[in-house]
């Protein structure tokens, strides 16, 4: 069990509000952890400067200015790139998609990871949170960071109750669909998009009177709860991700990897 101050990377694209939450439940000493770095994907983005302004280093990557060079070819995938590897293991793409895009995909991703990566691994850390961070992670990456089958260290908030809507507009799909309830969810992160094993959950009604904009608000104060509350279970050490084994009514066996957190 984690006895000290956890270290925590974060990662964002934005505003960061999410970072601003884990920085204000570690100074409240709700969370037993100290931010260690705050990167993003966006050298303009707004939630650097929260991090500047408490003294935490921050870094940023131009993910489009990297993307763009790939295709243009003056930049190339990082040596220790295996594109078969990546491939095989990646969850966004089926088998049917355009080989082309896929192939510019995993290899601009890998050009972009392998620059996050040197930034990242100039640091100490224990956990790294996606807070906001709009960038999908490619097995590239997730495997550097992600040593542990058992324990993964790569978590993320996102704006759904999971497995309902994953993707970018989590609210929006959720709102527009006519849900009664909207909620938010912090996951381990895996190959697929928004698909690793959850470690918790918020949700809250959708009132008659509500609107796109209310329902997002709303959604917000419940990610600022549930983010430092995840985190800090991962601080003592109270998460596991297992396989279970269940048999669906059709006769056949389906095996998912599930978060159980312990009591201790």
């Known amino acids: 069990m984690i006895d000290h101050k956890i270290r925590i990377g974060v990662l ?13 439940s570690c100074d409240a000493g709700k969370l037993n952890g100290r931010i260690v770095f705050a990167g993003s994907d966006n050298p303009g983005a707004a939630g650097l400067a929260r991090a500047r302004e408490k003294g935490i280093p921050v870094f940023s990557v131009n993910y489009s200015d990297i993307i763009k060079g790939v295709r243009q070819g003056s930049i190339t995938p990082p040596d220790d790139f295996d594109f078969n ?30 620059e996050l990566l040197r930034h990242i691994f100039s640091y100490e850390f224990d956990v790294l949170a996606l ?7 490619s097995p590239y990456f997730i495997d550097r960071v992600n040593t542990d089958p058992f324990l993964p260290r790569i978590m993320n908030i996102h704006p759904a109750l999971l497995p309902s809507f994953p993707g ?9 669909y006519g849900c009664r ?7 381990f992160v895996d190959y697929g998009e928004d698909s690793g094993p959850i470690i918790g959950q918020k949700s809250f009604q959708i009132l008659p009177e ?19 509350e995840c985190v800090q ?17 059709n006769g056949k066996a389906h095996e998912r990897k599930i ?3 312990s009591n201790n």
């Open 85 to 114: 590897d990546s491939y095989s293991k990646q969850g966004l793409f089926g088998k049917d998609a355009d080989p082309e895009k896929v192939r510019i995909f995993l290899e601009s991703r890998a050009a972009c990871e392998s």
């Open 233 to 249: 279970l991962f601080a003592e050490g109270r998460l596991t991700v297992v396989k279970e084994k269940y048999e669906l009514k």
């Open 210 to 228: 509500d609107t796109l904009e209310s329902v997002k608000s709303k959604g917000l104060e419940y990610e600022w709860q549930l983010y430092p």
């Open 12 to 24: 964002i694209s934005g505003g960061g509000s999410n970072l601003q939450a884990l920085m204000d």
């Open 131 to 137: 807070a906001g961070f709009m960038r999908t992670l």
């Open 259 to 261: 978060v159980r957190i």
């Open 168 to 176: 970018v507009d989590g609210y929006g799909d959720t709102f527009r």
């Open 181 to 187: 309830v909207a909620g938010c969810t912090v996951h």
